[in-house]
């Protein structure tokens, strides 16, 4: 099998104020969108990324501002690894917190499917925390293959 190339990466970091969540997914977007990704494929990646990013900015940092890196490596078979981590309060059970509908959110606004939709729009997610340490999320997906004429 032909081993993997990595073609481009991206590493950025933002404070964790409510509106950089939306800045990450346009950053996140505008980097992938050169591997020429479907719409669909695009839709699920920007999701993926607000779900990890949202949670180092309100369960991370929950009263307080931290730093969250964003890098995004692109791969030669198409493939794409984006990482989200925090410096936050991380997490005391990862199983448990992975599980659809668990939240600890303390105001009910929150669904607890966070986790559950990164799951579903992307082909892996690994979760690594470590409590009053911070939590680093991995997900991947691989893009469908290119049509000859595009
Ligand atoms: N970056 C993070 N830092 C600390 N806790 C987190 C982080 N991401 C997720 N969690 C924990 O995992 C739980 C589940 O996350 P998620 O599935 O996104 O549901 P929700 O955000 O709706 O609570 C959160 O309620 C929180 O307890
Ligand atoms: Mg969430």
Redesign the pocket.
């Known amino acids: 099998m032909k081993k993997k190339n990595r073609i481009n990466e991206l590493k950025v970091t933002l404070p964790s104020y409510s509106v950089n969540e939306s800045a990450a997914r346009a950053v996140v977007s505008a980097f992938t969108a050169q591997l020429n990704p479907t719409f669909d494929e695009l839709s699920d990646i920007k999701c993926a990324v607000s779900?990890a990013v949202t949670?180092?900015i309100?369960?991370?940092y929950r009263d307080m501002i931290g730093p969250v890196v964003i890098g995004v490596k692109l791969y030669d078979d198409r493939s794409v690894r984006i990482e989200v981590k925090?410096k936050?309060?991380?997490?005391e059970d990862v199983e448990v917190?992975m599980q659809p509908l668990?939240?600890?959110?303390p105001d009910g606004e929150?669904?607890?499917?966070?986790?559950?939709l990164i799951e579903n729009f992307m082909d892996s997610l690994s979760v690594r925390?470590s409590p009053g340490r911070g939590?680093r999320v991995v997900m991947k997906k691989k893009l469908s293959a290119l049509p000859v004429s595009r």
Request: hydrophobic share 25%; charged share 20%; no cysteine.
């Open positions: 779900e949670n180092s309100v369960h991370g925090d936050g309060r991380g997490i917190a668990f939240t600890t959110d929150r669904s607890g499917m966070g986790f559950t925390s939590t």
